[in-house]
């Protein structure tokens, strides 16, 4: 069965750091990947996404991620944080051409002022 | 195009009680799913239906709960004889055939 590993739990970070949040799955076959982003109290919104083509994905907000199929990883980056950014991401995979994703347990990112 | 609805916002029910979450997925989209999210917790995926199906509920409890997607309609969670332990954000998403999903507000509902 396909997993989704984040292995920061929880990230601080100051305002104008630049940010990666690591995530690998297991599967081996194709992929479909995205980044969720919940703000406090809201509900999870799609960030970006890979299907197939250019690895490097540029996402709303200044996000952009970059699938590496031999390390079986999808970061997440941004050259500058923002306050506004704190929120919890998901990493999130469909593999084997079955729409069932299978969610990352989240990272908690914390910007401070 | 309006998002993925989901109704009631805030539910409150007492133990034993049944609750009814209902949730309208973004138009053109066939497929629906639902997730649970805990405090402090991940998003659990409960169960994933088409119209009329239910392709995967193996994140379903056993009892007490089951979910549905007529063919006209929103789609349902229902939970009977809800308990304390129910209390959570239940989310549902929905995605057009290329899967990436759309989610609503959440429904949290809360066990007195």
């Known amino acids: 069965a396909q997993s989704v590993s984040q292995h920061n739990h929880h990230v601080i970070l100051s305002e104008a750091a630049s940010l990666e949040l690591g995530c690998n799955y297991s599967y081996g076959g194709t992929v479909n990947l995205f980044w969720y982003v919940q703000y406090p109290g809201q509900h999870l919104q799609l960030l970006l996404k890979y299907f197939s083509g250019d690895p490097l994905v540029k996402g709303i907000k200044g996000f952009e991620a970059e699938f590496i199929k031999s390390k079986f990883s999808f970061n997440l980056r941004k050259p500058s944080v923002q306050w506004s950014d704190t929120a919890e991401y998901f990493c999130?995979?469909?593999?084997?051409?079955?729409?069932?994703?299978?969610f990352g347990t989240g990272t908690k990112l914390q910007v401070i002022p | 195009n309006a998002g993925v609805m989901q109704n009631p916002r805030h539910l409150v029910r007492r133990r034993g009680q049944e609750a009814r979450l209902r949730c309208s997925p973004m138009k053109g989209h066939s497929h629906v799913y639902w997730y649970r999210q805990l405090p402090e917790e991940g998003l659990k995926f409960m169960v994933y239906?088409?119209?009329?199906?239910?392709?995967?509920e193996s994140g379903m409890p056993k009892e007490r709960f089951s979910a549905e997607f007529p063919k006209e309609g929103p789609s349902i969670l229902r939970i009977q004889q809800v308990v304390r332990g129910d209390s959570a954000a239940y989310f549902c998403?929905?995605?057009?055939?290329?899967?990436?999903?759309?989610f609503g507000p959440g429904t949290r509902l809360t066990v007195t």
């Open positions: 239906l088409q119209k009329e199906n239910i392709i995967d």
């Open positions: 999130a995979v469909i593999s084997g051409g079955y729409q069932k994703v299978t």
């Open positions: 998403a929905s995605s057009p055939p290329s899967g990436e999903q759309y």
